[in-house]
């Protein structure tokens, strides 16, 4: 679930992000100040709360974190509006440390590659990976599904030449730190950084 406000360009309307829409038509319903975005499938994909500042100040914009206090005025305003359906309360971090158990190649590239790769909580995603630097044992960063990039483009499973990938390994160019250098691959943490850690960005 990603959080998102640009007055400049939207006006003063908070943009929640649910799922992915493949690209899909969009059915709006509006009810008040809240509207429920769906795809054709009867799926929430979105919700766009308009007025916000009336609940809540951000201070500039772009991707926001909310508190548990701020996801239940939301929420109170999905009630208020009509609307039956509620935002869940997720905080769990969508950058964090992974080890990546395994790396094969992909069965139909020249430069991808196939990665186990463990995260918060022991889970293990299946990760399809680009960079030529890649390989079995490092720690890396992880962009979860649901997560936003500091570029804007959001990161949901999808597949890569037919193979299902859930997740997002991170270069230092595309998490926007500082120094980096551009066509140095995914970025390699120390051995000894805990995986599963929070990776701060974008707070």
């Not at 020249?110 to 720690?139: F, P, R, S, W, Y």
């Not at 804007?152 to 037919?162: A, H, N, S, T, V």
Request: charged letters at 25%.
């Amino acid at each position: 679930m990603i959080f998102a406000y640009n007055k400049q360009n939207v006006g003063d309307t908070l943009m929640v992000l649910i799922a992915d829409d493949h690209q899909m038509d969009n059915i709006s319903e509006r009810k008040g100040n809240v509207a429920r975005i769906s795809i054709p499938d009867g799926t929430t994909v979105a919700w766009n709360f308009f007025d916000i500042s009336r609940l809540m100040i951000f201070k500039k914009d772009g991707q926001q974190f909310l508190s548990e206090k701020e996801i239940d005025l939301l929420n109170q305003e999905l009630k208020n509006a009509g609307f039956e359906e509620r935002l869940p309360d997720d905080n769990e971090p969508k950058f964090v440390v992974g080890y990546v158990k395994t790396s094969v190649d992909h069965p139909d590239s020249d430069h991808l590659h196939i990665t186990e790769t463990e995260i918060d909580n022991g889970q293990v995603l299946q990760i399809v990976c680009g960079a030529k630097n890649i390989t079995a044992g490092q720690k890396v960063v992880v962009a979860k599904p649901g997560a936003m990039m500091p570029d804007g483009m959001m990161i949901w499973p999808g597949k890569l030449r037919g193979i299902e990938s859930f997740g997002m390994i991170c270069s230092a160019a595309e998490l926007h730190l500082p120094d980096a250098k551009t066509g140095q691959g995914i970025l390699v943490l120390p051995e000894d950084t805990p995986t599963g850690e929070a990776f701060p960005i974008g707070k």
